[in-house]
């Protein structure tokens, strides 16, 4: 089985490259995966939880020898690192971005990187680093697709199917249209969790407010215990979507403080942003556990279901948890969760001696 790109690039090796690498592992969609990052500790994780085959500390002419390249860097420097690497790209590299502003990164990397299409996965953790990374992040996420008059078809229908393989949801907007929708359900919110975490730490009575803070404001404010760098860089980077989302609220805010003197309103405000909440789609991500999962390379025959199942059935091995991962002409993979990393070891020994890739 052929997988859809020979070798990937990922530049910037944080919790959203760390996590689009395993994505490519685990479906079989890479021979083989390099990493760069200027930090050499996150470059050494990602070798040792083998989110990655190959690690650089430097670009250089490898870099023409990528089928994709995945641009993961933090926004305040991920303009800066794409002009870099147009250096030394080859002309037939696929080139995307999983920047959380578009408008800035689409109109400075078009045209310079070759076939580059601007993209922007909706996932993330309050966690940062490799070592938080996991392929299901990215599974049934929407993943906004941002591309322009100059964005090459071929490219552009090359970056749906890298998507659509990673097991989340294709959506084609404009640059400009993400970074208003992202201000208002993404970058507000940030800074929203930012102020009243502010507001608690300046004021008198701060260590009783910490005591009584129940889990409402902990969920309310969660997006504060991230990178403060990287997000200071993200709302930065979308200033002006930004400044008119704030603008909104304020007004927003307003009308809600002058509705404590109309109960009646009020209660049809709070109605209505009930049914906004209760209507917001759940999005179900993978829940096995890393250690303890396994994916099996399949090819595109009947029965290799029976055939994976029934080996580790004989042998006593149980599986918790099955499904199918992304299938293609030339076959597909199978994930299994079990109850123990041995369990887990066990099957992987049984699958090899019957002649299946597994990792």
């Known amino acids: 089985m052929r997988p859809l790109f020979g070798k990937v690039g990922i530049f910037g090796i944080g919790l959203l490259g760390g996590s689009v690498a395993l994505g ?69 590299t696929l080139w995307t971005d999983v920047g959380s502003v578009k408008t800035p990164v689409v109109e400075a990397l078009t045209g310079v990187l070759p076939n580059f299409v601007g993209s922007h996965p909706m996932a993330g953790s309050e966690k940062a680093g490799v070592e938080a990374a996991h392929a299901g992040l990215l599974q049934n996420a929407v993943w906004v697709i941002t591309p322009t008059p100059a964005t090459s078809p071929e490219a552009l229908r090359a970056v749906h199917g890298l998507v659509q393989n990673l097991g989340a949801y294709p959506l084609e907007i404009s640059p400009e249209l993400h970074d208003r929708l992202v201000a208002r359900v993404s970058h507000l919110p940030y800074l929203l969790a930012v102020g009243l975490n502010r507001l608690m730490a300046q004021d008198p009575h701060q260590d009783l407010l910490m005591f009584l803070a129940a889990g409402g404001f902990r969920d309310l404010t969660r997006v504060a215990s991230g990178s403060p760098r990287m997000s200071r ?24 403080e002058n509705l404590l003197e109309a109960p009646e309103a009020l209660l049809e405000a ?84 019957i002649g299946y890739k597994v990792r």
């Not at 979308?238 to 400044?243: C, F, I, S, T």
């Open 24 to 92: 490519l592992r685990e479906r079989f969609l890479a021979e083989e995966i390099h990493a760069y990052d200027p930090d050499p500790r996150a470059l050494e994780d990602a070798l040792a939880l083998q989110v990655v085959d190959r690690v650089h500390t430097a670009l250089g002419g490898w870099i023409a020898e990528l089928d994709l390249g995945v641009l993961a860097a933090p926004m305040g420097v991920l303009v800066s690192e794409g002009l870099k690497l147009a250096r030394f790209s080859g002309p037939h």
């Open 233 to 256: 860089d993200m709302v930065v980077a979308n200033k002006a979507a930004l400044r008119e989302a704030i603008e909104d609220l304020r007004a927003v805010m307003l009308e809600l």
């Open 270 to 353: 709070a109605q209505e942003a009930k049914r906004t909440r209760d209507s917001l789609p759940i999005v179900k991500r993978s829940l096995l556990p890393v250690m303890n999962e396994l994916v099996v390379q399949v090819p595109d025959k009947p029965g290799q279901i029976a055939t994976v199942s029934t080996a580790l059935g004989k042998a006593g091995v149980n599986i918790k948890n099955f499904e199918v991962l992304a299938i293609r002409d030339e076959g597909g993979a199978i994930r299994m969760g079990f109850a123990t990393p041995e369990e887990r070891e066990q099957a992987r020994q049984i699958l090899q001696d």
